[in-house]
């Protein structure tokens, strides 16, 4: 029983990267009927927003170290906690939380520019060229930051005050040693909350409104004389946001390096396939569905009865939900077949 | 673009022969004249080829053909290591097992069509990957790669007394080994092969069919066509091609690892497609070319020999140009193919075929005009049973 | 003699009745108009006559074929071809292989692996198909491809993409829509010829000018039941048909 939540527990939190993203994708085709190779870059940048501020905070200068008496030594002291002390090092120490405020205006501009400099040539342009231009983007762009931060996977920690493990056991009268990182339980929460912001925009601003009708009937509304096209534009930037907030705070899980990307996208696409395109319920659950099911699959149990399983579950789900329920779980019939 | 006949096909056919048996000599001035090279030239021509067999006809893009790639590859291993270091029976297996691959992922994945088919394919080729580096470590060996050692039975060799003495053999055909450019000459015969194979099917009645089922399905099955059998023939043929180019690799180099099943593999067998021309039957080997040698060329490069090169320049402006040039070679070399990828799917959808052509045109037409001849000529465009060039899609 | 019969069918939509007992005898060599207000289940019967969507209940026979659960080319196969509302051409080939490709499916049936003679030395596919494009009058066009053709011109090539297979069988949906005055009697005339091959039609159509010129039996469809059946002078007369379109002013 305790193994069993905490798998759900480990699922929930990659199902909720994959959620987000996976949203992104899936709006992003709703609306501008595009679909974006890109979007896992878009979550590499957002990561990298919190590697970027981070390396900002800490730049440091080198200061003699006065502990050491016996020889010339120096230290590294980064400019926030020479100028401002305690208060300097628990800023450097939140680096991670504070990359969403940079994130979101920075993630916006990024989507913009993206949508009005290339994707908006691509409306009227087969699925395949379109996968194809997001494509050589998504190199693009990975290649860019390879070249800024290097190839290697950048750690960037979470604040220390959340750095230990939630004793979940004793919190829910389960077994004692159920213990689950506080961070990753962060990331849940935040994934949720990003979530149902998502919707509630979407569900109860005028914006919103004419984006969901422009979704179902792009023509009709158009007719009314609504600048359509400018609310898609500002979507695409929304969606760039979503997938970038997911990135900057699941750096303290993983440390992200330059094709986190491509490992994100690869899977979130089968999200999205799986949940229905353009479904954005169906992608948020088919996110956390898989993430359950990954971990779970991960179990030592599971792989011992099904060699291999953890590897090709995902995988496997998506190929048995596309042929037995094309659209997805729950997607609209007709969506992108033919 | 004139209709193309038997005659005309036999023509551009045996001068894509001489241009290929050539090649060591007229790559040289372009310094591609080493035989490593020149293999990939020609195995990544056949993974081309048989890729656009099923995307520039059909139009069903797949993004798992690495997968044949590599099953050809750890076939033609296993081969040399149970039966002969013969690349013959390692071709012939490598293609066969990528066949039987490509029926079993072909007759599910066909089920679907546009996006949907794409993702079932990656969806495969990532199962293979991923198992390929986990639970079957037995026969792929894992992230080591699986390698020939000393002490493989090889069978037939055996029964055939061929001695292949102490230490690793190569892989060689009646005696001649398989490096250098006797492996090259051996890959450009397959080349040849393929090509001929792939325009006798491009210009085939069946052929016919793939580029009807990519104009429209729809229309094809109320006009009596049976469409799923021909897609899925269309993809048994381009995963035998895979299978072949992936066990010309263990031939060349008898090692094969998982890493050329990964779908960034088979996203750069499309992008070679793309950039030569989809649904042209030179494109995808210019394709092939163009990338394997921009990739070799490019990633060679280092800060040092763009110093060198750009020496003749003052040293306020060398230092910035070669600071910028050295984002797109050397390791930036994937930052160039990406750019270039981007640039022909938005400015040249036809690929480099459709470039040639247009300029062809052009030049013609100013020709023409020079001569003061009729436009006429312009209302044969795209005329009779070529093979034009398709803009890639569903 | 009857080539084809529809027998009790019924076809609903989530819980919508499209088709409600259904009832139907199309005479060889005729010509079978299926007319009736918008709504009234006419392209669903069609539908279902070409496997594009199965009845809930009932049979279509067509020459002692069971149509019920076949798929559309093998129905095809048996000898039915259709015309769509919107040309279903392809697009992007010339017209001439248009033609040739129902000609190659009708010589080498659902599938065959025809990989090695050339398409250009098929000299019989090449001529039937050169034929037939001249009986349209398409043939200058042949090389050009098909979606340089007006709408016009589509619908003629389409027709001869069903008439190079010598069908049995040809089902028309609504040929002459969106047709100015003149293409729609160019088309009337062509119909008219190629009744003369003896290929039974089913026809689709609201111009009851189209109608009249060329069926020989006209069966009225309403709310997915037939109101009436018989021949045009009769159908003409007919008060249920004048009150199944509300007045009926243009019959």
Known sequence: MDAFVLQILNGLDKGGAYALIALGLTLIFGTLGVVNFAHGALFMLGAFCAVSLQKLLTLSQQIKDESVTFFDAYKEVPYLEIWFGDTGSMIIDYAVPLSILLAIPVMLLIGLVMERGLIQYFYKRTHAEQILVTFGLAIVLQEIVKSVFGANPVPTPAPEIVAGSADIGAMFGLGAGVVYPWWRLIYLVFSLIVIAIVFAFLQFTTFGMVVRAGMADRETVGLLGINIQRRFTIVFGIAAIVAGLAGVMYTPILPPDYHIGMEFLVLSFVVVVVGGMGSLPGAVTAGFLLGILQSFASMTEVKDLIPGIDQIIIYLVAVVILLVRPRGLLGRKGVMEG | ?394 | MSILQVQNVNKSFSGLRALNNVNLTVEEGSVHAIIGPNGAGKSTLLNCFVGRLTPDTGTVTFMGHSLVGRKPHEINQVGVARVFQTPEIFGDLTLIENVMIPTLARRDGSYALNAWPRVDGQRQVIEKAEHLLEDVGLADKKDLTANSLSRGDKRRLELAMCLVQDPKLLLLDEPTAGMSRADTNATIDLLKRIGERGITKIVIEHDMHVVFSLAHTISVLAQGTVIAEGKPEQIKGDPRVQEAYLGGAHL
């Open chain 2, 1 to 394: 673009m004139r209709d193309a006949t038997p005659r005309s096909d036999l023509f551009f056919f045996l001068l894509f022969a001489v241009a290929v048996l050539t090649m060591p000599l007229w790559t040289a001035p372009f310094g591609a004249s080493y035989p490593d090279l020149l293999q990939k030239f020609a195995i990544f021509g056949i993974f081309a080829i048989g890729f656009n067999i099923l995307f520039g006809l059909t139009g069903y893009l797949s993004f798992g053909h690495a997968a044949f790639l590599g099953v050809g590859s750890y076939t033609a291993v296993w081969s040399f290591k149970l039966l002969s270091m013969s690349p013959i029976p390692a071709v012939l297996f490598g293609m066969l097992l990528a066949g039987l691959f490509a029926a079993a992922i072909g007759y599910v994945s066909l089920r679907r069509t546009g996006i949907y088919f794409a993702i079932l394919t990656l969806a495969f080729a990532q199962m293979s990957y991923n198992l390929a580096y986990s639970v079957l470590t037995p026969i792929t060996n894992g992230e080591t790669g699986l390698q020939l050692t000393a002490e493989d039975p090889r069978a037939l060799d055996a029964l055939l007394g061929v001695d292949h003495g102490a230490g690793l053999p190569t892989p060689n055909l009646f005696g001649i080994e398989m490096i250098g450019f006797p492996a090259f000459y051996f890959c450009a015969v397959a080349l040849i092969i393929a090509f001929y194979l792939a325009m006798r099917i491009a210009r085939s009645p069946f052929g016919t069919m793939l580029r009807a089922i990519h104009s429209n399905q729809n229309r094809l099955s109320y006009t009596g066509v049976n469409t799923r059998p021909y897609a899925l023939t269309a993809f048994v043929i381009s995963g035998m091609y895979a299978g072949l180019a992936g066990s010309l690799l263990a031939v060349t180099d008898p090692l094969a690892g998982a890493e050329r099943m990964q779908w960034t593999a088979s996203g750069e067998v499309v992008l070679m497609t793309i950039l030569g021309g989809a649904g042209t039957l030179l494109g995808p080997v210019l394709g092939a070319v163009v990338i394997k040698y921009f990739e070799n060329i490019f990633s060679a490069f280092n800060n040092a020999t763009l110093h060198a090169t750009f020496d003749f320049l003052p040293g306020w402006l060398a230092d910035p140009f070669v600071g910028l040039l050295s984002l797109f070679v050397g390791d930036g070399w994937h930052l160039t193919l990406g750019l270039l990828f981007m640039i022909v799917v938005i400015f040249l959808p036809g690929g480099m075929m459709e470039g040639i052509n247009r300029t062809a045109k052009a030049v013609r037409r100013r020709r023409e005009a020079r001569h003061g001849a009729s436009g006429d000529q312009d209302s044969k465009d795209g005329s009779g049973l070529s093979a034009r060039a398709y803009h890639p899609g569903e």
